[in-house]
């Protein structure tokens, strides 16, 4: 049974950072495909950066440059770097394990960005 557990998420004031990390278990997880993914109240859930099993990366053009996603295949664990955060920011962040028609989702994490 696939398990995707989220965390690290939080209050944060503008300009600020978080780091959230995704273990997963149940899977081959070097093999996946790992997004993270938000959704703002009333709004559709959005891709906001992802990353292959051979490391390849692509970002949502609002977060390129101020967030990085990473894995640690021996920890089945995924990260992203949130730096520079903004309010518009603010969302539930998931996180996703793809590989072919197979999808994933853990529950999310809370991240609000607020002075």
């Known amino acids: 049974q696939v398990q995707l557990v989220e965390s690290g998420g939080g209050l944060v004031q503008p300009g600020g950072s978080l780091r959230l990390s995704c273990a997963a278990s149940?899977?081959?997880?070097?093999?996946?495909?790992m997004g993270w993914y938000r959704q703002a109240p009333g709004k559709q859930r959005e891709l906001v950066a992802a990353?292959?099993?051979?490391?390849?990366?692509n970002y949502a053009d609002s977060v390129k440059g101020r967030f990085t996603i990473s894995r640690d295949n021996a920890k089945n664990t995924v990260f992203l770097q949130m730096n520079s955060l903004k309010p518009e920011d603010t969302a539930v962040y998931l996180c996703?394990?793809?590989?072919?028609?197979?999808?994933?989702w853990g529950q999310g994490t809370q991240v609000t960005v607020s002075s």
């Open positions: 149940g899977i081959i997880f070097s093999i996946y495909v």
């Open positions: 996703k394990a793809r590989r072919g028609i197979h999808n994933s």
């Open positions: 990353i292959t099993s051979g490391g390849s990366t």
